[in-house]
Structure formats: structure tokens, C-alpha cells
């Protein structure tokens, strides 16, 4: 079953706006970008895994959706999921890039081996041979890309801050510690306790004190979600993130917190 979270659009629309697809474990975002300002967005949930029975689910969120069904210039398919990995720039071929993903993460359904650069990093990661097929049936031009690739940044800070990305059932972890990005991970959860065995075990792996630990918190979550709760528990700074994008229509956006689109947003410089 597929549920519409969010659907934010702009009144008018001039030219030809980019459409991007997130493609995550239980839910699909999409927006609108036009003269590099976010125009329109949509928000979907599933309650089974997105990818099972890809057609199907695709067949819904175009009943759904009134971006997915529109025409434009360049589409930019964003993948988000766990089969991802990072390794500094020299190691690039596409054999070995194949044989790391399937030790780490084994052998299954037919997939594409994708890369991406950031900073001094080769991203690669896979995409799902039939989703990604069945998308560019419906778009002219199709690139991909993995959501890491928008989420690490450049910056550089002297103390310990975890950027956590939250989905339903699904987190980002980003920490930065002494000066460097140290881990960049992304989990699937089931409850609240999950989350925050995740997050103690990543202080507890490199030795950060949870007392001075900055963390910033990004998705579809209030102060008074069970996750926040239980996360303030440990963590005592806590903050919820922001994002840089500037809008269309910036009233409508304006409506909702601004962590509420920083998973998506936020693209590290």
C-alpha cells in the first residue's frame, strides 16, 4: 500500500523544471527544481519494502502523484539504501567495485553497479535493474546517483557531530570527529531503541563521550516523537537540523519545519 505524506506544489510553472526521485527502503520523495529553487514536493510511504514488486508500487505512486507523471528535461534518480560503499578515489574499477558490494552485502536480483565522486571519495552502490528500467521507460534522461553523495559535505569541525537522517524504518548516520569524516553508515530499524543502539555504539567505537557529542537530527519527526525522546535520554545536545535550499513557493514550505526537508535538501557543499 502505498500512502501520500506530503504533496507541496507551486501555483505557477514556467520552463522546464529537473525532477529528482529519492528511491528509499520504505518511502519515495520527489521534488521539482527550477532556476535552482525547489518548485514542488511529493512524499510517499510504503508499508512493504519499496523495491518488492517494483512495478506494482509504481503503477500506484503515478495514481498518486502529479510530479511523476509530468514531462521534463533531465530526471535524477537518487538511490537510498544500505548496498553502498566508500573507498578513496584510486580504487575505482568497476570489477572490483562488484566483488565488494556482493561480499559485503551477497548475491541476488539482477542490479547495476553504479559510482559517484565526493570530496577525495568513490561512491559505489547498486540500483535495481527493473526499477531503474521501468523509470527510464517513462523519462527521456535518467541519471542516478546515491544519497550519500549529497549528504557528506566539505566542512570540517574541531569537535563530534553525528548528522542522523531519519526515514520510516531507515537512518543515516554521518559523523565528523577530529577534523576528518570518520563513518557513514545507513541502517534499517524497527523501533526507537534501535536507532539509539546504533548511535551509542558509533560513540562507543570511537571513544566520543555522549555528553559532548553534537547531534543533529533531520526528517519527518517533532520534539515529542518517541525517537526524540528517547535519543534526549542520552544525548543532551540534540538539535534539529536545517537545510540550504531556497524556494519557489517558500510560504508553503514555510508551513512546516525545516528539518522536515533536510534529508532531502540538505546537498553538502
Not at 522546464?16 to 510511504?45: K, M, R
Not at 521507460?137 to 546515491?146: A, R, V, Y
Not at 555522549?210 to 547531534?215: D, I, M, N, P, T
Request: charged share 20%.
Amino acid at each position: 500500500m502505498i500512502q501520500k505524506t506530503f504533496g507541496i506544489y507551486a501555483d505557477e510553472q514556467t520552463g522546464e523544471p529537473e525532477l529528482n526521485i529519492e528511491a528509499g527502503t520504505f518511502h519515495l520523495a520527489c521534488w521539482t527544481v527550477l532556476d535552482n529553487n525547489i518548485h514542488s514536493f511529493e512524499y510517499f510511504q510504503t508499508e512493504k519494502t519499496l523495491l518488492k514488486e517494483f512495478k506494482e508500487n509504481w503503477h500506484q505512486l503515478k495514481l498518486y502523484s502529479k510530479l511523476l507523471t509530468a514531462k521534463y528535461q533531465h530526471v535524477n534518480l537518487i538511490w537510498n539504501h544500505e548496498e553502498c560503499l566508500l573507498s578513496n578515489k584510486n580504487f575505482k574499477e568497476t570489477e572490483d567495485n562488484a566483488f565488494m558490494l556482493e561480499t559485503i552485502f551477497g548475491d541476488r536480483r539482477a542490479y547495476h553497479i553504479h559510482s559517484n565522486e565526493k570530496n577525495s571519495l568513490n561512491i559505489f552502490y547498486r540500483g535495481e535493474a527493473e526499477a531503474e528500467k521501468i523509470i527510464s521507460q517513462n523519462f527521456s534522461s535518467l541519471t542516478t546517483e546515491h544519497v550519500f553523495s549529497r549528504l557528506i559535505s566539505n566542512e570540517n569541525n574541531s569537535g563530534s557531530i553525528m548528522n542522523v537522517y531519519c526515514y520510516p524504518h531507515q537512518a543515516i548516520i554521518i559523523l565528523q570527529h577530529n577534523n576528518a569524516l570518520q563513518l557513514v553508515n545507513n541502517h534499517c530499524y524497527e523501533t526507537s531503541e534501535d536507532v539509539l543502539y546504533y548511535l551509542l555504539n558509533t560513540c562507543r567505537q570511537f571513544n566520543i563521550d555522549v555528553q559532548q557529542v553534537q547531534l543533529n537530527i533531520h526528517g519527518l519527526l517533532d520534539d515529542d516523537s518517541e525517537l526524540h525522546t528517547v535519543l534526549h535520554k542520552y544525548f543532551p545536545l540534540i538539535n534539529f537540523g536545517s537545510h540550504n535550499a531556497s524556494f519557489t513557493e517558500s510560504e508553503k514550505f514555510a508551513e512546516f519545519p525545516a528539518h522536515y526537508f533536510s534529508p532531502f535538501f540538505n546537498v553538502g557543499a
